[in-house]
């Protein structure tokens, strides 16, 4: 829907308010117009119930529905101008292919403060130049006063004058700056804080760029041949490959030519290391956006990048949203990460959006992974993406293969005897071992050796996790604490025992079995502090004999060269399970951790323990490696029509009462059911079951999943069903939510 022209002074304001109501509301404009007209863009405070909110308008009329008489005025409006135009593009766009209220997506994709009604003011800058008074050869009153000599002395070395952080910087104070203003010697001028010269187009580099190996010149010139329009790649490349060195040269290119660039990373853990890496690489402005920052930082960011004075934006997920005012590339790396989809409220896909937002602003896209998703994987084999490979490591080794190792017999915290002593070895020789599991606390549970019982969360169809740091029984779904029981709730005895390994039981035994060398434990747990994981990772690149234990955090992006041995304790979590994407997402789990081996001077080795050596697609992994694997799920996805070659939709309801989610399921699915047989739609409804975990948060959680060929009909369908929904009494007792794309059907 495009945006509507609005009247010289419209009579109705279609106005988006923070609801889940998937509809605009009129308003009528008050009394005093903003500087430009009203217009789409500009957020406005209004009266919503008993209650005032900050929305946004949408549309300018001049006529509504209900009679003019009845509609409320707008309180006021908040901007000088509207919100940026590509902003509210995408997120019109995202609210109508991801099904949800327009209001609701405005409200999430915007800073806190903007959210709080707080004024998008220009950012300016103090700039202090000395007036002709202060030109005089003896200016006055300032015989006792030499530190005021010396500031009006150096600037008047300046024509155009100083900003006050550059006088400030030269050891001279505000009060200084104060007393030569109230002399008439200096004034103080305010200034929009403009791109600086850098900014805008010299692409200098304070550090030189690297040298290109011949698969990362020919990946990089085949970007530069269309620098000027929607230009979609994959750079598909082995861990250690050198995939970021192709990303800074080419946003050297990008901002040389005047452009923005916008560079997604899954983990905020990622973002400090990345940070540096491009400050230290260009002069130009870097600004960074994730869920670490306060609303003041956020909102500097956001304001910086919509104004163009940081040519480069660096964030997670949510820096998809943020404005550009000359975009010029956007880079997504990892872009496979489960993390680049928002699993509440809004499920968009960052990486689906930026494939939009590339197409929208006809710029390049690169997609960069050693492990692509399959969709992104399928879309390149089919020529929607252009297909760039790298197949070497930067470091000239060969990457680290698989070596599948069986996990039966003796364990010392879930590592048998062989890997240990393979540990011993790789410390003995000076290196860094990294030992990988993806359960956090002590063990998975606590279980009575007498009778069986094991620790079950009241409030979900989950086992609660053994910690030790501090004592206690923790859900990792619904976050329910419970002390550790003295002896069993069911037969009193006292021979409660830990089931399984998790990271802290797994560094409490390799503490035990080398007590000379240092064990750094990262995970969730132990990385809440601010800086925490980053003081953790400089320790261990001072390259010293150490050993890591850690879960996924660390199996993404970190570069960490002096680690020749990973072992992944138990690597069968994900091949069995019944999410059709769980092998999938397993194998590129895996490959990451095993990139971590090897990436300098030494040669790595990567031992997976399993119970099911024989297992065929475990052995495809790491004999043939994840592409031949990738190839191989294509072809079962293929014939079960999966994605990618189907699209799906996921209904999902939840609520106190199981029978209300029963009823309402059942009622969904034979209404939608009628709804495609009288529309002839081709799109399957599969359902109402229950989630894989039915009961969480003491809540039932029952799904309706619509499968179709062709995404139009999906998403026809899926409108549908939503609006049928919102007039049923029955779904008020009921949170619901439409997930297209689903990434997982937990």
Known sequence: ????????????????????????????????????????????????????????????????????????????????????????????????????????????????????????????????????????DAPPGLARAPRQAELLSMLRQHPHGLVSQAILAQSFSRDQLRALADKGLVARHEEPLAASPAAEGDAGLTEPALPLNREQAVALAAIHERLDGFHPCLLHGVTGSGKTEVYLQLIEAVIGRHRQALVLVPEIGLTPQNLARFRRRFRAPVVALHSGLTDHERLDAWEAAASGRAPIVLGTRSAIFTPLARPGVIIVDEEHDGSYKQQDGLRYHARDLAVARAHHHHIPLLLGSATPSLESLQRALHGDYRHLRLTRRASRHA???????????????????????????TL???????????????????????????????????????????????????????????????????????????????????????????????????????????QMLAEVRRGEPCLLVGTQMLAKGHHLPHVTLVVVVNADAGLYASDFR????SAQLLEQVAGRAGRAAHPGRVLVQTLHTDDPHLRLLAERGYDALASQLLEERRAARLPPFRFLALLRLEAPREAAVVDLGGLAAEALRQRIGERGLEVDCLG?????????????????????????????????????????????????SLDIDPQTLA
């Not at 500009?42 to 006529?63: K, S, T, Y």
């Not at 769980?582 to 997402?585: G, K, S, T």
């Open 428 to 534: 003995a020789a000076g290196h860094q071992v990294l030992v990988f599991i993806n359960r956090r606390g002590f063990a998975p549970t606590l279980a009575c050796h007498a009778c069986g019982w094991m620790a079950e969360c009241d409030h979900c169809d989950a086992r609660m996790t053994l910690h030790r740091q501090p004592p206690l029984l923790a859900c990792h779904h619904c976050d329910r604490r419970r002390a550790l029981p003295d002896t069993c709730p069911e037969c009193h005895s006292v021979d409660l025992r830990p089931l399984g390994s998790g990271t802290e039981r797994t560094e409490e035994t390799l503490a035990s079995l080398f007590p000379e060398v240092p064990v750094h434990r990262i995970d969730r747990d132990s990385t809440r502090r601010r800086d925490a994981l980053e």
């Open 688 to 736: 109402p079951v229950p989630a894989p975990m039915e009961r969480r948060q003491n809540r039932y959680h029952l799904q309706l999943m619509l499968a179709a060929d062709r995404r139009s009909q999906l998403h026809e369908a899926g409108a549908w069903l939503v609006t049928w929904l919102e007039g049923r009494p029955e779904a008020r007792r009921v949170r619901w």
């Open 1 to 136: 829907m495009p945006d509507s022209p609005c009247p010289p002074v419209p009579r109705v304001l279609g106005v988006a308010v923070p609801s889940p109501l998937r509809r605009l509301f009129d308003y009528r404009p008050c009394g005093e117009s903003p500087p430009g007209g009203w217009q789409p863009g500009l957020r406005v405070q209004v009266p919503f119930g008993r209650r005032e909110v900050v929305g946004v308008v949408v549309e300018c009329r001049d006529a509504s529905e209900l009679p003019l008489s009845s509609l409320r005025p707008v309180a006021g409006c908040l901007d000088g101008a509207p919100l940026p135009a590509d902003w509210l593009w995408l997120c019109r766009f995202a609210a109508r292919y991801y099904q949800h209220a327009l209001g609701d997506t405005l409200h999430q994709a915007m800073p806190g403060l903007l959210r709080q009604g707080r004024a998008l003011e220009a950012r300016t800058r103090e700039r202090w130049c000395v007036t002709v008074a202060g030109h005089q």
């Open 399 to 425: 990457p680290a293969r698989l070596e599948l190792v069986d996990l039966r017999g003796r364990r010392q915290g879930g590592l048998i005897p062989p890997v240990i002593e393979t540990v011993r070895e």
């Open 582 to 585: 769980a092998l999938e997402h």
